[in-house]
């Protein structure tokens, strides 16, 4: 169901809220707006920021649990994050990789390699995600560690 509009607006209220919260980095505060939001987001399952409630909200999850060690619990909620249907914008600019580089950090690399895959479901706005997912899964299988959150630069004229 779409959800009536006040349920609507209260999932963009708590998805701005939890924006705010994960800028500021109060992950404490950011894990309780994280569990409103993904209970919200069942209310308005038809919604187009349904999506990102779902992939946000096990993002900031996530992010919580490996602020307190919880290594295990940030890769559920890793591949949780990974499971959306998509939306507007995660189609066209791709996943939240915070969590992911994180992870990776840690040398958790099949946890990103399967969000990564998982997120080429959704991640389909032109060819670059496409090259950007290969690239990304190519230097982590070879033993190298790169930075998911940069623009990677691929040299040639039709970027």
Do not use: M
């Not at 993002?59 to 890769?75: F, H, P, T, W």
């Not at 499971?83 to 507007?88: A, H």
């Amino acid at each position: 169901s779409p959800g009536s509009p006040d349920e609507e607006q209260k999932l963009y209220d708590l998805s701005y809220r939890l924006d705010d919260e994960l800028k500021s980095e109060k992950y404490d505060n950011a894990a309780a707006v994280a569990l409103e939001l993904l209970k919200q987001a069942e209310c308005c399952r038809n919604n187009w920021d349904y999506g990102n409630a779902v992939h946000h909200g096990h993002v900031a999850l996530g992010r919580y649990a490996l602020s307190q060690g919880k290594v295990d619990d940030a890769k559920r909620h890793l591949l949780e994050a990974a499971k959306t249907q998509g939306s507007p914008q995660l189609n066209s600019f791709g996943p939240d990789r915070v969590l992911a580089n994180q992870l990776l950090q840690q040398g958790e690399r099949d946890a990103v390699i399967k969000y990564l895959e998982e997120c080429a479901r959704f991640w389909k706005h032109g060819d670059r995600p496409v090259r950007e997912i290969e690239f990304w899964i190519t230097k982590i299988k070879a033993g190298k560690t790169p930075n998911l959150t940069e623009f990677v630069y691929f040299g040639d004229s039709n970027e």
